[in-house]
């Protein structure tokens, strides 16, 4: 069955510290690992990796799969306030049906 | 933009009653999804539909059905609503595998 695993469940920084979330899985030929951002409404799209270890940027975060030890990356540099969000990390694989497996989110809160 | 659209944002129910759910797409995505979104457990897949009148059962279909009778639309119904499925509910389309776009969320109450 597949499996995604993200830590930490739920994290409280200052603003202008830098953040890494963490997202493991478990697929069945891996495809891909998506990150999403949801604050009070829809989730928004924010990386699709598919390659170990090219680092995908914008802005002030970025992200990297490592698809030897089965986890990926997200890194927020000087935070701010509107990065409070639920971070999200889904993984498609090849077989069966074209749906993606999500993790139990991050909630992230940076205070001023 | 993809635009996905939900019928309602707050919805209060009561047990018993049977309740629709509605999706729209506006870029002619094949794929649509339904997802409940509980604290704790992340977003769970109820049902997907990759086809006009294709359906298939997701992580936790019981007490769920759908409807797809046309390529934009997709339907969730809760043929008989109890308070465990008090939940926000998620609805996205994708083409082929790539990213999905979600709709606002409803948040709905059963009491």
């Known amino acids: 069955e597949d499996k995604v695993v993200q830590s930490p469940l739920s994290l409280v920084v200052h603003e202008g510290d830098t953040v890494t979330l963490n997202c493991s899985y478990e697929?069945?030929?891996?495809?891909?690992l998506l990150w999403y951002k949801q604050e009070k409404k829809a989730p928004t799209f924010l990386f699709m990796l598919?390659?170990?270890?090219i680092e995908k940027k914008s802005g002030r975060l970025s992200s990297i799969l490592d698809k030897k030890e089965l986890f990926s990356i997200l890194n927020i540099t000087a935070t701010q306030t509107g990065d409070s969000a639920i971070y999200l990390c889904a993984v498609a694989g090849w077989q069966g049906a074209q749906k993606l497996v999500f993790g139990q989110g991050t909630r992230l809160t940076i205070n001023p | 933009d993809v635009k996905v659209t939900q019928s309602s944002r707050y919805l209060v129910k009561r047990t018993g009653e049977k309740v629709f759910l509605e999706c729209v797409q506006d870029m002619d995505h094949e794929n649509m999804f339904w997802y409940r979104q509980d604290p704790g457990l992340g977003l769970r897949l109820i049902y997907f539909s990759y086809d006009v009148k294709m359906k298939e059962k997701g992580d936790i279909p019981e007490g769920y059905s759908v409807s797809r009778e046309k390529k934009e639309r997709f339907s969730l119904i809760l043929e008989s609503a109890s308070t465990n499925q008090t939940s926000m509910y998620l609805c996205?389309?994708?083409?082929?595998?790539?990213?999905?776009?979600f709709g606002p969320g409803t948040r709905l109450t059963v009491t």
């Open positions: 697929v069945t030929n891996f495809r891909s």
């Open positions: 996205a389309s994708s083409i082929g595998r790539d990213e999905q776009y």
């Open positions: 598919t390659s170990s270890g």
